[in-house]
């Protein structure tokens, strides 16, 4: 397969949402394509990374994965900073879960770029049967909100390759055709210091 | 339910077993991951070299170990619980009718303490000299009896994040991923949580109340070290609802890696890379979830006796052993990639308290005080107008 562009993007990728959704198992999901039934609670944030080839570019995914217990949430925009799209997540068990991420989103909207691609990712969906959340209700909410949703389970793997490739596609469409070894990270270059050297 | 003291001696047969360590021929020959528990049941991933670095450690341990008996025999069985020595290692000015002898105990202390606490010993040490032996004489005898059965079937929004991360906290570890291990922690954070309703239950607590259940025999001792650790050693408020004790820390931090690593302040500041972002979960966990267990309790030996400054020492520390490598990183993933890699493989604590009380240099309590009240100030109009916005947008949302 001949790749047409060797266009490189790097972007940040924050995950937030209410504690126990699957924040982490998503992305362990996604990046080392691991699932543990009860993953270790995440305090702060925890980083990982992560390309993906798509015909027009390779995305270089920085991924901060945030601490969900409410208090924690003073330290959120030290993540979200920058970012170039960002995963609410819920489960689709909890409707308390839906609230937070409703809030989050309204933060988001708020204090992020106007450019961040925020997706809804309504995690859990292998639980039916506990379900809280109907898919039309969030389906809905991210209709109204500009929010691209699916419904994805870090446990059965559905959708959660998906969610990265459609955050991809999106970067890509989004970043303006330059040429290589671009930076998708939402600060503004200018405000960088002007140091040349690296006083080192 | 209160007689896990069964249970607890798994914890001290970790400890007093401390097995030489031998890798397969093979895993030696083509110098492969291997798995193996480390002192206190972990399951520790290294490879051949960071085994030799667990069984030199270990005999150190068992040398550490000889040294505190020839001491005992000398001076006496309890001689460091002596009130005198944790007062002057607290900066009281020293009385003049002090004696001599206790004067020179406390340094003896001090620097026997950084040697490492031998881990037969480490429940007793610790429970005396934190100051938690004192905290539990001020209640009746019963109190934490008495609270455990008091709450007994209570559910409130914390007992329900603790049940949570019960089986999320440590999984897999031989003692606490059972039963008896989820009981007993179970019991040290509600318990905890309806004493301070402030802080009620803080994620990273989980990590911390795991371990000192792993290190102290019981879990009445551990719910009695848990509580000096926040009433006492910490910061106030480092895990009450929005953190800001935390928060100062951090800020107290970045200014002190700026003073002690000027260098690697001044890279990290040129790839916009906040502190932060690393450290907050290292405050939090007080390293237990960063650092090999022995390292994190010989930091914890540290800590209890000579205060949260402590975890200042060491946080620089694992920046100061990277120097080189972090200023030839280009990226943030880079730097947290260095971070994590020198954390994980931290076998030989030597290494790192050498750095952290050598090499970073002396700060005082007072000093560091006086940081964190010029910090305080900044943190509290930040989150004030946080709060605000946030109130705002509920505002519109009606």
């Known amino acids: ?200 | 339910m209160y007689s896990t003291q069964s249970k607890r001696d798994l914890a001290i047969e970790f400890q007093s077993q401390i097995p030489i360590l031998r890798p397969s021929i093979h895993a030696r020959r083509a110098n492969i991951t291997v798995k193996f528990q480390d002192l206190y049941g972990f399951t520790v991933e290294g490879n051949v070299d960071d085994v030799n670095i667990l069984n030199e450690v270990r005999e150190k341990v068992r040398q550490q170990g000889r040294v505190w008996w020839a001491l005992e025999a000398s001076k006496g069985a309890n001689w460091y619980l002596q009130p005198q020595i944790s007062s002057i290692s607290e900066g009281i000015a020293l009385k003049s009718s002090l004696k001599f002898s206790a004067v020179a105990n406390a340094i003896t202390l001090k620097r026997l303490i950084r040697k490492g606490i031998p881990p037969v010993l480490r429940p007793k040490v610790w429970f005396s000299l934190s100051g938690a032996a004192k905290k539990k004489s001020t209640v009746p005898e019963s109190y934490y009896y008495d609270l455990s059965k008091a709450v007994e079937g209570k559910v409130t929004p914390a007992t329900k994040q603790i049940d949570h991360d019960l089986p999320r906290t440590f999984p897999g570890h031989p003692w606490l991923d059972t039963p008896e291990g989820h009981g007993a922690l179970r019991r040290v954070l509600v318990g905890y949580s309806f004493r301070d309703s402030d802080v009620g239950y803080c994620q990273g607590l989980n990590y911390v109340a795991a371990l000192l259940l792993l290190v102290m025999k019981t879990e009445e001792e551990a719910f009695w070290m848990l509580a000096v650790l926040l009433e006492n050693v910490l910061v106030n408020d480092c895990y009450t609802n929005n953190l800001s004790g935390c928060h100062v820390e951090q800020r107290v931090f970045k200014d002190l890696l700026a003073q002690k690593c000027p260098r690697i302040a001044a890279h990290l500041e040129e790839l916009e890379f906040d502190v932060s972002l690393v450290a907050t979960e290292w405050f939090l966990c007080l390293f237990s979830k960063s650092l090999p267990s022995e390292t994190t309790l010989r930091v914890w030996d540290v800590l209890f006796y000579e205060g949260a400054k402590v975890l200042f020492h060491v946080a620089l520390a694992i920046f100061k052993m990277k120097e080189d490598a972090l200023l030839l990183t280009h990226q943030v993933g880079d730097v947290i990639n260095i971070l994590q890699a020198t954390t994980h493989h931290l076998f030989d604590p030597e290494e790192l308290l050498t750095v952290a009380f050598d090499k970073i240099g002396s700060m005082t309590t007072t000093t560091i005080s006086k940081q964190r009240k010029k910090q305080e100030p900044a943190v509290m109009a930040e989150l004030d107008q946080r709060l605000r916005r946030l109130n705002s947008l509920k505002m519109e949302d009606k």
């Not at chain 1, 270089?60 to 409410?70: H, R, S």
């Not at chain 1, 999106?170 to 970043?175: E, I, Y």
């Not at chain 1, 503004?188 to 140091?195: C, I, K, W």
Request: hydrophobic letters at 40%; charged letters at 25%; aromatic letters at 10%.
């Open chain 1, 1 to 200: 397969m001949a790749r047409t562009s060797n266009k490189n993007i790097q972007a940040k990728l924050v995950l937030l949402g209410d504690m126990g959704t699957g924040k982490t198992s998503l992305v362990l999901r996604f990046v080392k394509g691991q699932f543990f039934d009860f993953q270790e609670s995440t305090i702060g944030a925890a980083f990982f990374t992560q390309v993906l080839s798509l015909n027009e570019a390779t995305i270089k995914f920085d991924i901060w994965d945030t601490a969900g217990q409410e208090r924690y949430h003073s330290l959120a925009p030290m993540y979200y900073r920058g970012a170039a799209a960002a995963v609410v997540v819920y489960d689709i068990t909890s409707m308390e879960s839906f609230v937070r991420a409703r809030k989050w989103v309204q933060e988001l909207q708020r204090q992020g770029n106007p450019n961040l691609i925020m997706f809804l990712a309504a995690n859990k969906a292998d639980l039916e049967e506990k379900r809280k959340v109907a898919i039309e209700d969030g389906e809905q909410y991210a209709k109204e909100n500009g929010l691209f949703f699916l419904e994805t389970s870090a446990k059965t793997a559905q959708n959660v390759n998906e969610l990265f490739y459609e955050i991809a596609k999106k970067l890509v469409k989004a970043s303006p055709s330059r040429p290589t070894g671009m930076k998708l990270h939402g600060r503004q270059q200018e405000t960088r210091r002007g140091l040349l050297c690296c006083s080192g």
